[in-house]
């Protein structure tokens, strides 16, 4: 036994794993003690022997970890935490030694892959392998012990990254704050080792994911994009040149079986070869579902999306599927959503939607950040205090050229006392402690409205004069805040008060010109969030561009292997050797 504690010693950090989930899960701390129900033991050896193994195994994780973990922003679950707060309940007796049980196991971590992640990285071969050489020899306590412990560690690695997701969005984004609230993580935990003590293991990879119906979808879409993967693809339209109506050509024979196989055209139309009214009617539908200008034109752009191969469009679903992991959670009761990459705006109400809008969202260089707050009151009539970013790198060049730029925008200088300066007398190539100040007014660039919400970022949800911009396919088009189509609908549906905030009772405060907050009677959800795919109510998936760029490094850690440790049994040792690394 000195031998294998050597070797765990040395091991000990492949032990210390810390799942990167998709959600901060709050404290890590010890679950609650579960009823153990009795197993049937395929091994010679006694459960009392194997508990000593077990127990000696995890003694250098009893010193690890402090009596009680202090709680920290963006707390993931610690699977070692866990797994050593399991066999310490169960007074270290063996979970795994029903073959069943296994069985079950080694199918859950296979079908992973229908979630859109990677069974490999789960190593469930080598479980499966250690299995049958346990079964097939004279194996020692410990090694039992070794297979046991790592059966439990990959069982609870994979539920939980079916549950919250593999990839930690705090990673990408420091300023993550969708804190799961209302989550216990030792309910999931006491979930999934009740299933197994159930010997009903299926059960538990079956309630992981979420159990939201639009995570259902997505999974069905991966598993359709896959299909059509394994039948060689989508046809390939050749590019170069735009097929327009009228055109009678083999290119655009490709265009329709292109647009026939993506469920656009009618199927028997596929073998034609004229750009008829069919096609363009195609043509538009594709392009206005995927936020391309609907001409009717097969261009460039049309040409290079409609020849995306379907293996990055199963990674976009993919993406897209850790991201419903991190966040499905919050969306229920009453909430507002802000969709960036999809430039619109809901309203949901006992879970449902009620109101929709497009909106614009920040540039790219000035992208609208993914955070979540409260949204608490509303100001009438705003003044529009222009951001130093904006001063420095739009309003001076302009006002620059321009002297009469200010006034003939309604802004104001104002110094540090919040003084109105003459703009004549202030020298604009060095223009420190000046603050820009426009006026209320239909041409303020808030409009009417503002929408607030506390944040970091000084983002707010606001009408605008620009309103020719929400006929553009891509609206990317502000400097961070959300500018939204129809908001004073929104207001009134926020303040849900149809004796005094109804339509006319916004007119009402609006028609005073006076600039005034109020106050929401209640607090409302609002998260903006980024999704680079579309659910249509006829099942079918489509695609977002992706105007950020943030699906690229969300795929890449979903791509990174787990790191569990590996899992080999030597029959020259009495022991399991474990080798890699163990952090997620």
């Known amino acids: 036994m000195g031998q294998l504690t050597r070797l765990f010693v040395i091991s000990r950090v492949f032990f210390m794993v810390f799942l990167i989930s998709g959600t901060a899960v709050g404290e890590t701390s010890p679950i609650v003690p579960v009823s153990p129900a ?15 193994a077990i127990q000696a195994q995890l003694e250098p994780l009893q010193s690890a ?17 866990v797994v050593l707060d399991f066999y310490s309940h169960r007074n270290f007796r063996a979970a795994w030694m029903n073959g069943r049980d296994v069985s079950q196991l080694l199918k859950g971590l296979d079908d992973t892959q229908a979630d859109g992640l990677v069974p490999a990285d789960y ?30 560690r990959t069982y609870v690695t994979a539920l939980l990254q079916l549950r919250r997701g593999k990839v930690d969005p705090a990673r990408l984004d420091f300023h993550w704050n969708f804190e799961p609230e209302g989550i216990d993580p030792r309910e999931d935990m006491n979930t999934f080792f009740t299933a197994l003590d159930d010997h009903d293991v299926a059960r538990a990879f079956a309630q992981a994911p979420p159990q939201e119906a639009v995570y259902r979808r997505l999974r069905e879409s991966l598993a359709q994009l896959r299909k059509v993967r394994d039948a060689g693809g989508w046809p390939k339209v050749a590019e170069g040149q735009s097929l327009k109506p009228g055109m009678d050509n083999a290119a655009v024979k490709q265009l329709r079986a292109r647009l026939e196989a993506a469920g656009y055209l009618d199927p028997h139309k596929s073998k034609r070869t004229d750009y008829d009214d069919s096609v363009i009617a195609a043509v538009k539908k594709y392009q206005f579902e995927q936020y391309l200008g609907a001409d009717g034109v097969a261009g460039a752009g049309t040409l290079a999306a409609l020849n995306v191969p379907v293996e990055a469009r199963i990674d976009q679903v993919r993406v897209n599927m850790e991201r419903a992991r991190w966040l499905l959670y919050k969306l229920q009761g009453t909430f507002v959503i802000v969709d960036i990459a999809g430039y619109k ?24 950040p993914v955070f979540q707050s409260e949204i608490t009151y ?28 200010l006034a003939a925008n309604r802004i104001r200088a104002l110094d540090r006392q919040g003084n109105t300066l003459d703009p004549s007398t202030v020298d604009w190539s060095n223009a420190r402690g000046i603050t820009l100040r426009q006026d209320a007014g239909p041409d303020n660039s808030l409009g009417q409205v503002v929408i607030r919400f506390p944040n970091d970022y000084a983002i707010y949800l606001h009408d605008t004069p620009h309103r020719e911009l929400f006929s553009k396919s891509m609206r990317a088009t502000s400097s961070g805040c959300i500018r939204v189509e129809n908001p004073l609908q929104l207001v009134e549906l926020l303040f849900n008060d149809p004796v005094r905030w109804n339509a006319a009772g916004i007119q009402r ?34 695609f977002k561009p992706d105007v950020y760029g943030y699906d690229s490094p969300v795929l890449r850690l979903l791509n990174q292997p787990s790191k569990l440790p590996a899992l080999e049994l030597q029959r020259a040792e009495p022991s399991l050797v474990v080798t890699g690394q163990d952090t997620l």
Do not use: C
């Not at 071969?125 to 790592?150: C, K, N, R, S, V």
């Not at 205090?385 to 730029?405: A, R, S, W």
């Open 345 to 368: 705006v809901a309203l949901y109400r006992d879970g449902q939607p009620i109101w929709r809008s497009r909106v614009q969202v920040g540039k790219p260089f000035r992208s609208t």
């Open 509 to 542: 405060q609006l028609a005073n010109g006076k600039t005034q907050n109020i106050k929401l009677p209640v607090k409302v959800p609002v998260l903006l969030a980024y999704w680079t795919v579309d659910l249509n109510s006829d099942g079918r998936v489509t």
């Open 378 to 405: 509303v100001t009438f009539n705003p003044t529009w205090t222009v951001p130093p970013t904006i001063l420095v790198k739009d309003m001076l060049p302009k006002i620059q050229q321009n002297p009469g730029y």
């Open 38 to 52: 009795s197993v049937s033991v395929l091994g010679a050896a006694p459960d009392d022997e194997i508990g000593q």
């Open 123 to 152: 190593r469930a071969g080598e479980l499966a392998q250690a299995q049958l050489a346990l079964q097939a020899t004279a194996p020692t306590p410990a090694q039992w012990a070794a297979f046991d412990i790592a059966a439990t």
């Open 65 to 81: 970890f402090p009596p009680l973990l202090t709680s920290r922003k963006h707390q993931r679950v610690d699977v070692a935490r």
